[in-house]
């Protein structure tokens, strides 16, 4: 009637043999957990790059900084300093905004941080931005702590609209 199949190996919880694969599958877990955060960290630094709507201006969003640079003649023309997922000119390229702050193009002086600050949801840095097409509303979506999308009168820091159940930047 054929081989006797072997009997499955039980061990007592609390025992030296439970002990190690509960250490084995701890370290396995933590070290899973050690991967997503360094895949997501990669992800959320990977910088971009953008246009100004005249083409004279090119932003190159990355980490640990962010640089913009004169198109027409190749010359950088400053060092923003600081690390960016994303960046982006409002359509009358006074603008840039990049992370969380906007900037004065051509003066390069930092303008103000975004109107995220007043958003206590919101707690780390947009993953991406946009302005409307008449320079009023800038986007800003996504972040390690609230996949929300929230519109913003950004001159006057007023949230316009906040739309949730984003899950995928």
Not at 18 to 35: C, I, N, Y
Not at 38 to 58: I, N, Q
Not at 131 to 150: H, K, M, Q, W
Request: one cysteine or more.
């Amino acid at each position: 009637r054929g081989a006797k199949a072997p009997q499955p190996h039980l061990d007592r919880l609390g025992g030296l043999t439970w002990a190690r694969t509960k250490t084995r599958v701890k370290r396995a877990l933590r070290d899973m957990a050690e991967e997503l955060l360094r895949l997501y960290a990669e992800r959320k630094m990977r910088g971009g790059v953008a246009y100004s709507p005249d083409s004279k201006f090119l932003v190159c969003a990355g980490d640990p900084h962010s640089e913009l640079w004169d198109v027409s003649s190749g010359r950088f023309l400053r060092d923003l300093s600081l690390s960016s997922a994303c960046a982006v000119f409002s359509p009358d390229v006074t603008v840039l905004s990049c992370r969380d702050f906007l900037w004065d193009v051509e003066g390069g002086k930092l303008i103000s941080k975004a109107p995220t600050d007043t958003d206590p949801a919101r707690l780390s840095p947009a993953l991406a931005a946009a302005f409307s097409p008449d320079g009023e509303t800038l986007v800003l979506g996504g972040s390690a702590d609230n996949n929300a999308i929230t519109l913003w009168d950004w001159k006057n820091f007023q949230k316009r609209l906040k739309l949730h159940g984003h899950s995928v930047w």
